[in-house]
């Protein structure tokens, strides 16, 4: 299995301000997901990169993908204090007859309103 | 966009006692269904993959008889915490998944406590 590792482990910023979080992982993939959890909730989906595209736009997310270092980033512009959340990268791997994702232990990331 | 149900939000309940916590995929059919826990500031840890129609595939170290899955339809995984102690308190979620280029979809977590 492998997990993505989410860099920095916590980062507090002010509203307004941009946001980068990375990640790493370490075998080759089909594409890589990252997901916002707010506190006591479950996950949601914000981004599926696949492995032939280097970078992908939702909102005021931005996704980088590079395969050769085996990372990627997550960029959130003109943060709000509702982008309070832990983010995870999940890079999907072939288990038990299907596609798991192993979670790593996100970016905390606090805006300061 | 694709919903997942969970349900109960939160269960308090006394040692010893089974709880079913079911996960239902609303506006799709799930080949796959994942069950995760979280324990406080922890990441969420893989318990069991979940396949309509099979026999769950659990991770290493978890206890298949603690934990029963059943996964009877492409809608519907339920898991059942059986004679519940105070250390299987923890928040678990399901996700339900539809294949390898597809995000998972998740439930909103069943905080569970043992008294």
């Known amino acids: 299995s492998q997990q993505g590792e989410e860099d920095p482990q916590a980062l507090s910023i002010q509203e307004g301000e941009n946001a980068t979080m990375n990640c790493s992982y370490k075998?080759?993939?089909?594409?890589l997901q990252w997901y916002r959890q707010n506190s006591g909730r479950g996950l949601v989906h914000l981004i599926l990169?696949?492995?032939?595209?280097r970078e992908k736009h939702s909102g005021r997310l931005r996704v980088t993908l590079d395969t050769s270092k085996k990372s990627s980033s997550l960029l959130i512009t003109a943060s709000r204090a509702a982008d309070t959340a832990s983010y995870f990268c999940?890079?999907?791997?072939?288990?038990?007859?299907?596609?798991?994702?192993?979670f790593g232990k996100g970016t905390k990331l606090s805006v300061i309103p | 966009g694709a919903v997942v149900s969970q349900h109960p939000s939160r269960v308090i309940c006394k040692s010893g006692t089974s709880v079913k916590i079911e996960c239902r995929s609303l506006d799709f059919q799930a080949t796959t269904m994942f069950w995760y826990r979280q324990f406080p500031k922890q990441s969420l840890m893989l318990m069991a993959t979940?396949?309509?129609?099979?026999?769950?595939?659990?991770e290493q170290g978890v206890e298949k008889d603690k934990f029963l899955i059943n996964h009877a339809s492409l809608t519907l995984s339920t898991l059942t915490v059986t004679s519940a102690h105070p250390e299987d308190s923890s928040f678990y979620i399901c996700?339900?998944?539809?294949?390898?280029?597809?995000?998972?979809?998740f439930g909103d977590g069943t905080r569970l406590s043992i008294l």
């Open positions: 996700s339900a998944g539809t294949g390898s280029n597809q995000p998972q979809h």
């Open positions: 990169i696949r492995s032939n595209e």
């Open positions: 979940s396949n309509e129609g099979s026999k769950a595939t659990y």
């Open positions: 075998t080759s993939i089909n594409n």
């Open positions: 999940a890079p999907p791997y072939s288990g038990a007859g299907s596609y798991q994702l192993t």
